[in-house]
């Protein structure tokens, strides 16, 4: 075996640029690998994290129709404050509900003012939410009952208004308006179409009543169900009871929309991994053609050391001498352009990555890296025992007499 081993370096040291070039195959092909499958969990794991930002038992209500040309958003104004009291009166699978209006307005403090979304909520809407006040508290239910003149303010706007500092007790003042800051949320970062940071939240009957003058007339409810097994029953409940009151009949188009986010995670979720496995298999045909690329040029170091291996054969070398030489030149490249790759995908995928696309997310697993150095190390077994078969089946007098 050492032997063998041995004379397999000496075989490979004698081209080493030919060598080289035949494990390119395997680096790209294990590199590529590495980096894909780190792109695809990456990109599940983010798109993971945004919808359980927003909360994995959460529906969404809002004003809109369905029809065969697609969903025509906010073309009616249907959700009103009575549609929120109805379903905490009739849908059992509910546990919160939060009634919104929201609007563009101008807010200032001092000599410093910004043009940010005014966002009127009900007291419930932190929790549903999954929001994290970091200074003072929410507003409560009486401020919503009592249309006071409280705000929270989300992270942008504080920074916007105040830059640092405890805010609490502080005025805003917003559409003529002197708003009361009662509480700052914690940074939440920008996802979607909306930056939630950059919000100024208020109790949705204040912002009905007193900035937007719109009779009840919300822009969303949000609501949480008691369960996630209970989500689909919660949302057939609340589409039962907005038909019920919009006097919505079997046969026509809903005038609200719903939106589930457990579905859309779970659809997210199986598209991702389609994604992953879709990624991953290219970088495997990758691997392949390397593995073939590793083939080729054994057969080609078969032909040229044809004199040699009839030599070695006539000293008193047998057909598995010569097999397993040829076989551990083919799994060294393997393996050898096995580790290189490794460490090209993992430094590519830390540091490439990073400064080529700051937006893309990746997660690095121990999993895949295994897998594709012990994958490169059968592409190498696979296509380096034909050659190394062909080199020991030779007959000695007809490798002697080649030129």
Same mark, same amino acid.
Request: hydrophobic share 45%; with cysteine.
């Given at each position: 075996?050492?032997?063998? #081993? $041995?004379?397999? =370096?000496?075989?490979? /040291?004698?081209?080493? &640029?030919?060598?080289?070039?035949?494990?390119? %195959?395997?680096?790209?092909?294990?590199?590529?690998?590495?980096?894909?499958?780190?792109?695809?969990?990456?990109?599940?794991?983010?798109?993971?994290?945004?919808?359980?930002?927003?909360?994995?038992?959460?529906?969404?209500?809002?004003?809109?129709?369905?029809?065969?040309?697609?969903?025509?958003?906010?073309?009616?104004?249907?959700?009103?404050?009575?549609?929120?009291?109805?379903?905490?009166?009739?849908?059992?699978?509910?546990?919160?509900?939060?009634?919104?209006?929201?609007?563009?307005?101008?807010?200032?403090?001092?000599?410093?003012?910004?043009?940010?979304?005014?966002?009127?909520?009900?007291?419930?809407?932190?929790?549903?939410?999954?929001?994290?006040?970091?200074?003072?508290?929410?507003?409560?239910?009486?401020?919503?009952?009592?249309?006071? #003149? $409280?705000?929270? =303010?989300?992270?942008? /706007?504080?920074?916007? &208004?105040?830059?640092?500092?405890?805010?609490? %007790?502080?005025?805003?003042?917003?559409?003529?308006?002197?708003?009361?800051?009662?509480?700052?949320?914690?940074?939440?970062?920008?996802?979607?179409?909306?930056?939630?940071?950059?919000?100024?939240?208020?109790?949705?009957?204040?912002?009905?009543?007193?900035?937007?003058?719109?009779?009840?007339?919300?822009?969303?409810?949000?609501?949480?169900?008691?369960?996630?097994?209970?989500?689909?029953?919660?949302?057939?409940?609340?589409?039962?009871?907005?038909?019920?009151?919009?006097?919505?009949?079997?046969?026509?188009?809903?005038?609200?929309?719903?939106?589930?986010?457990?579905?859309?995670?779970?659809?997210?979720?199986?598209?991702?991994?389609?994604?992953?496995?879709?990624?991953?298999?290219?970088?495997?045909?990758?691997?392949?053609?390397?593995?073939?690329?590793?083939?080729?040029?054994?057969?080609?170091?078969?032909?040229?050391?044809?004199?040699?291996?009839?030599?070695?054969?006539?000293?008193?070398?047998?057909?598995?001498?010569?097999?397993?030489?040829?076989?551990?030149?083919?799994?060294?490249?393997?393996?050898?352009?096995?580790?290189?790759?490794?460490?090209?995908?993992?430094?590519?995928?830390?540091?490439?990555?990073?400064?080529?696309?700051?937006?893309?997310?990746?997660?690095?697993?121990?999993?895949?890296?295994?897998?594709?150095?012990?994958?490169?190390?059968?592409?190498?077994?696979?296509?380096?025992?034909?050659?190394?078969?062909?080199?020991?089946?030779?007959?000695?007098?007809?490798?002697?007499?080649?030129?």
């Amino acid at each position: 075996m050492w032997v063998g #081993f $041995v004379a397999a =370096l000496r075989g490979l /040291a004698a081209n080493k &640029l030919r060598s080289f070039l035949t494990m390119l %195959g395997v680096i790209f092909g294990v590199a590529a690998v590495i980096v894909a499958v780190a792109l695809g969990q990456g990109s599940r794991d983010a798109s993971l994290k945004r919808f359980q930002r927003f909360g994995t038992r959460t529906l969404t209500v809002i004003p809109g129709r369905q029809n065969k040309s697609g969903i025509s958003f906010g073309t009616v104004s249907t959700l009103k404050l009575d549609d929120a009291k109805a379903i905490t009166r009739g849908c059992p699978s509910v546990r919160r509900i939060s009634p919104e209006r929201s609007g563009f307005l101008q807010a200032k403090s001092g000599n410093k003012n910004t043009n940010t979304q005014i966002y009127g909520s009900g007291a419930d809407f932190p929790k549903i939410r999954n929001f994290e006040v970091v200074q003072g508290a929410y507003f409560t239910e009486s401020d919503v009952r009592s249309k006071r #003149f $409280v705000c929270v =303010l989300g992270w942008q /706007a504080f920074k916007d &208004l105040f830059d640092r500092g405890n805010v609490i %007790g502080q005025k805003v003042y917003i559409k003529g308006q002197n708003f009361k800051i009662v509480g700052v949320f914690k940074e939440r970062g920008s996802g979607g179409f909306q930056n939630e940071d950059d919000r100024i939240y208020v109790p949705v009957t204040s912002a009905l009543h007193r900035l937007f003058g719109s009779d009840n007339i919300l822009s969303t409810l949000s609501i949480e169900g008691r369960s996630e097994a209970l989500m689909q029953k919660a949302q057939e409940e609340v589409t039962n009871v907005l038909k019920k009151r919009h006097k919505i009949g079997s046969n026509k188009a809903n005038d609200f929309i719903i939106f589930n986010n457990q579905v859309a995670m779970q659809n997210n979720a199986e598209q991702a991994a389609d994604f992953e496995q879709l990624i991953s298999w290219l970088a495997a045909v990758a691997l392949i053609v390397g593995g073939i690329g590793i083939m080729n040029i054994m057969l080609v170091s078969v032909t040229e050391r044809t004199r040699e291996i009839g030599i070695r054969k006539a000293i008193g070398a047998k057909r598995w001498n010569i097999l397993l030489q040829f076989l551990l030149e083919a799994v060294f490249l393997s393996l050898t352009g096995g580790v290189i790759g490794v460490i090209s995908g993992v430094l590519f995928t830390l540091y490439g990555l990073p400064a080529l696309k700051p937006s893309w997310e990746t997660t690095l697993t121990v999993a895949p890296i295994m897998v594709s150095f012990g994958f490169s190390a059968l592409v190498g077994i696979f296509f380096g025992y034909y050659p190394a078969f062909k080199a020991s089946k030779l007959d000695p007098i007809q490798a002697l007499r080649y030129e």
